[in-house]
């Protein structure tokens, strides 16, 4: 296993590599994610489709059609609408931070005389409440802000996959 340590290292500078996309093209990197996926939906509504006719399939044709029809029509509306869904996933994500908001701050009101430092399950829920309302108001904002988030994640882990990388390289060279 020590000897593929350059794979670990390959990944990291891939994933540092699409990192510095992220941070630099926010906006370009959701696009391409959107249809990224459009294209695995309409690549898997296709197949499904094809194992209607197959009849081996444990599911049921009529269910099998539907979710092959839904899968085709998701991958196209990613292709060709990619600003569109990603519009509707940050609206989602909004209305998910106003209620969780809501929630963890009535919860927090619920347990204030059993739990000592509730103020940051307040703060947490204000947090929460405030980003989706931001979203809600600025949705282009949101879809920068997931790819921002993605980038950071993808330089964290970059970072992380090329330390492996010299551990695994370093015990190669010095085995125990």
């Keep these: 296993m020590f000897?593929?340590?350059?794979?670990f290292a390959v990944y990291?500078?891939?994933a540092i590599a699409f990192?510095?996309?992220?941070l630099a093209q926010p906006q370009s990197t959701v696009w391409v994610i959107i249809t990224a996926f459009g294209l695995l939906a309409l690549g898997d509504g296709l197949v499904s489709l094809l194992s209607v006719l197959r009849k081996d399939i444990a599911l049921p044709?009529?269910?099998?059609?539907v979710y092959a029809l839904a899968s085709i029509g998701f991958g196209l509306l990613?292709?060709?609408?990619s600003e569109a869904v990603a519009t509707a996933l940050v609206w989602l994500l909004a209305l998910w931070l106003v209620v969780a908001g809501i929630a963890r701050i009535v919860f927090a009101a619920m347990l204030r005389r059993m739990l000592q430092g509730?103020?940051?399950?307040?703060l947490s829920g204000v947090l929460a409440l405030a980003l989706g309302i931001l979203f809600l108001a600025?949705?282009?904002l949101g879809v920068a802000a997931i790819a921002l988030w993605l980038g950071i994640g993808a330089l964290v882990y970059?970072?992380?996959?090329i330390a492996v990388a010299l551990y695994m390289r370093k015990r190669l060279l010095r085995p125990l």
């Design 158 to 161: 970059g970072v992380l996959q």
């Design 61 to 65: 044709n009529w269910l099998l059609l």
């Design 138 to 140: 600025r949705p282009n």
């Design 3 to 7: 000897r593929a340590w350059w794979m």
């Design 12 to 14: 990291g500078v891939l």
């Design 19 to 22: 990192g510095v996309f992220a």
């Design 78 to 81: 990613a292709i060709f609408r």
């Design 118 to 122: 509730n103020w940051l399950l307040v």
